[in-house]
């Protein structure tokens, strides 16, 4: 198991990036700042469960918060970087991994780490 504090310290990390991400693009309301609570106890558990993913989580939690904000609000964060087209949003990659970044798939583009959208 891993430690608890490095458990922690990873939750409240991917909790502050996503906050960063939501605050950035100016949809930090209440009730999709209870979306990132939500998706970081599910991280917390899922953690718990598999201590060696404790590097993912950010990734993990950005991900579960934009599909928490497609099935209520639409598609989040939505792509800067193309003008043409349907509007869409970006991609948190890697899928799986540490030091998640949101990427433009259309356009092969990375936009930000997560926590750093402007």
Known sequence: MSNPD?????LHAARA?????LTARE????????????AVAQRRWWV???????TFVAGLVAQDVQDAL??????????????????HALDVEPE???DP????????VVVAPVGSLR
């Open 6 to 10: 490095t458990l922690e310290q990873a």
């Open 17 to 21: 990036l996503v906050l960063a991400d």
């Open 27 to 38: 949809v930090a309301e209440a009730e999709i700042v209870s979306l990132v609570e939500d």
């Open 48 to 54: 718990e469960q598999w201590p060696d993913g404790v």
């Open 70 to 87: 497609l099935e209520r609000y639409g598609r989040w964060p939505l792509c800067p970087v193309c003008d043409s087209g349907d509007p």
């Open 96 to 98: 799986l991994g540490p």
């Open 101 to 108: 970044h949101w990427v433009c798939g259309r356009a092969g």
